[in-house]
């Protein structure tokens, strides 16, 4: 017999409401929509298909009408699911519109056959103003670290600001919060299609429509939030960029199941999946995605700054994991703003050496390449230039490969010419290279390359005109009702940056031994523009008192040892009751996103490098931990 949902939204307030993820990034496939309404009962469907690069990526081609704005995946979600969506009468909440919501919404209205509601959120696309602001006025929006006084723009960031007037925009959108889609669900809504909405604003507007809060109820508002934050990037909490992973058998790690999580009317939140699907939800899993991509200890919103240092995860069954602690204190009076723009060109040139002398043979090469270029007087034209060497070759190698580094020549320009004179330098002095020179013979990495380079800014949360947009069925315009703004506004102190009260001192843990950073401690990284921030735990409450007391700003700096410079800045908080210290490094990402030199342009593998790091460990503290592999 099949189940009755028609009373499904009638009786909301009677219990919590359940709501899945189906994707993380723009990658993630549609039949993971569908896959999250087949597998068991949820009230809502949310969809996060948006970093900080993807609607600069497509800005200029959908302009020129060659991109359709949205994302595909997220249409190509709706199309698989819209059946099942309405039999089970679930509602959908995705910022997949990227920069055309309009234009999905429409895909929408075309696809619906049955008594669906279709409506977008407008309001975040101020591409057009800031590039006037530019062009009449010659100055752009504050940068987003700006009122930081212990921080340096990067360079990079502040030629931008020197020579704004000369800089072509090519998208600018603003962080919108979860006030237009409560209002769109509130007036019957059954899908909901949003552009910039923050990544766990579709969460917030879930469950604020779900149990009729108010915009003042801060705290149910703050635990949600961290709700959104803990699903939005899918399967990082259900075991993907997991530290433990070789914990679990491999086969479980294969095809995960998407995240759940079930907000009850005070807040109170579990993050859970859809059982016999592979993959695992536990307190490591959850700590890892918690600290993922903070920025300290207070997560900033749109609708509500979450105050996170009484974090509590605890276990509350198979696959099922509870967070308390959360408080929440009215928002800041701005949100951000992402600005990108043309920044030039780049190339990327790989070349190889083997084994015998390869310090010499790269030390050579790097002057060659420099030697060319200063006889073209072409070196003080590169913004960036480096001669990144990864790998390290094996004693004794068993094979050429374990016997083999490469180079990865990065060059940044704003004129195509200059790169071109690099190639022509490289191809100059191919003939004249180190013993046992190689390269794979696809160069177009080499090529000039277009790029965008990104530029956080801060914007007026009062200036926003945010709205939900009704299509009716011919996907004509039928309603349109403003957002309208918080009620209160709280300014944002100076984010907080302390060592460990009262440490211990290291010499009262006993005798040490040699171990792996990673043998104690778990850990995820990630960016938030030019900044990595990464986050430590350890397993054990008794390990605790040692790794507050070891893992303090200095030994972040010693840990990354050659990678620091002073002139990043640390900012370090703890949170006690997870046993985890956080650290944000500032500039360590360059302008970030697109227009990152590093390899790791993200900072993802920055725990893991941290993690391989050798350090002294307590004797006493070894015999309980999990050492990897």
């Not at 399967?235 to 070789?246: L, S």
């Not at 704003?414 to 160069?443: C, N, R, Y």
Request: contains cysteine; negative net charge.
């Amino acid at each position: 017999m099949m189940e009755d949902y028609s009373t499904r939204f009638q009786r909301r307030a009677a219990r919590s409401v359940r709501i899945a993820n189906c994707s993380g990034a723009r990658g993630d496939p549609g039949y993971q929509m569908r896959r999250q309404v087949e597998l068991g009962d949820v009230d809502f469907i949310t969809g996060d298909y948006l970093a900080e690069m993807n609607i600069a990526e497509n800005a200029e081609a959908y302009r020129s009408g060659r991109h359709p704005g949205y994302e595909p995946f997220a249409l190509e979600g709706i199309k698989g699911s819209l059946d099942l969506v309405a039999q089970k009468k679930v509602k959908i909440i995705i910022n997949g519109g990227s920069l055309n919501p309009k234009g999905l919404a429409e895909e929408c209205v075309k696809l619906v056959r049955l008594d669906l509601k279709v409506a977008y959120v407008a309001g975040d696309d101020r591409y057009e103003p800031v590039k006037e602001e530019i062009e009449t006025k010659g100055t752009a929006p504050a940068h987003l670290d700006s009122e930081n006084p212990n921080i340096n723009l990067v360079p990079l960031a502040q030629t931008f600001l020197d020579d704004v007037s000369q800089k072509y925009i090519v998208s600018a959108n603003a962080y919108l919060g979860a006030r237009a889609i409560v209002k769109g669900l509130e007036r019957g809504a059954d899908i909901v299609i949003c552009g910039r909405v923050s990544d766990a604003s579709l969460v917030v507007g879930a469950a604020w429509y779900w149990h009729s809060w108010s915009d003042t109820d801060y705290d149910r508002l703050a635990q949600c939030l961290i709700a959104g934050h803990l699903i939005e990037c899918s399967a990082y909490v259900t075991g993907a960029n997991y530290a433990a992973f070789y914990e679990e058998k491999m086969e479980s790690s294969i095809d995960l199941g998407f995240p759940i999580v079930e907000v009850a009317i005070d807040g109170t939140l579990i993050v859970c999946k859809h059982e016999k699907t592979n993959g695992l939800v536990t307190v490591d899993t959850v700590k890892c995605q918690f600290l993922y991509e903070l920025q300290g200890n207070i997560y900033l919103n749109s609708d509500v700054a979450a105050i996170l240092g009484e974090v509590k995860i605890e276990q509350a069954g198979n696959n099922r994991v509870k967070v308390t602690g959360i408080r929440g204190q009215p928002p800041p009076p701005t949100t951000k703003l992402a600005i990108f723009y043309r920044g030039g060109y780049q190339s990327q040139v790989l070349v190889n050496a083997c084994g015998f002398a390869t310090e010499q043979k790269w030390q050579l090469y790097e002057a060659q390449i420099r030697f060319g270029l200063e006889k073209r007087d072409l070196l003080k034209a590169f913004e960036v230039l480096e001669f990144q060497i990864i790998g390290i070759r094996e004693p004794d190698p068993s094979t050429q490969l374990s016997s083999t580094t490469y180079c990865r020549l990065f060059a940044q320009a704003e004129s195509q010419d200059t790169i071109i004179g690099l190639l022509k330098t490289v191809g100059e002095f191919g003939m004249q290279h180190f013993s046992g020179f190689h390269l794979s013979l696809d160069l177009r990495t080499a090529l000039p390359l277009p790029y965008v380079a990104f530029y956080p800014a801060i914007f007026p949360q009062d200036h926003l005109d945010e709205s939900i947009v009704f299509l009716s069925a011919d996907g004509q315009i039928e309603s349109s009702t403003n957002a309208g703004h918080p009620p209160r506004y709280e300014t944002v102190l100076p984010r907080e940056n302390y060592e460990s009260t009262s440490p211990v001192e290291l010499r009262m843990f006993g005798p040490t031994k040699k171990a792996r950073l990673g043998d104690i401690a778990l850990a995820r990284s990630g960016d938030k523009g030019s900044n990595i921030n990464i986050g430590l735990f350890v397993r054990e409450e008794g390990a605790w008192p040692w790794f507050r007391s070891f893992l303090t700003t200095g030994r972040m700096k010693q840990l990354m040892a050659k990678d620091w410079s002073d002139k990043f800045f640390i900012e370090r908080v703890e949170f006690p009751h997870i046993w985890a210290v956080h650290f944000v490094i500032y500039g360590c990402l360059g302008r970030g996103v697109s227009s990152s030199s590093r390899l790791d342009s993200l900072g993802k593998g920055f725990a893991d490098f941290l993690r391989d790091r050798v350090v002294d460990v307590p004797q006493v503290l070894m015999h309980n931990c999990r050492s990897g592999p």
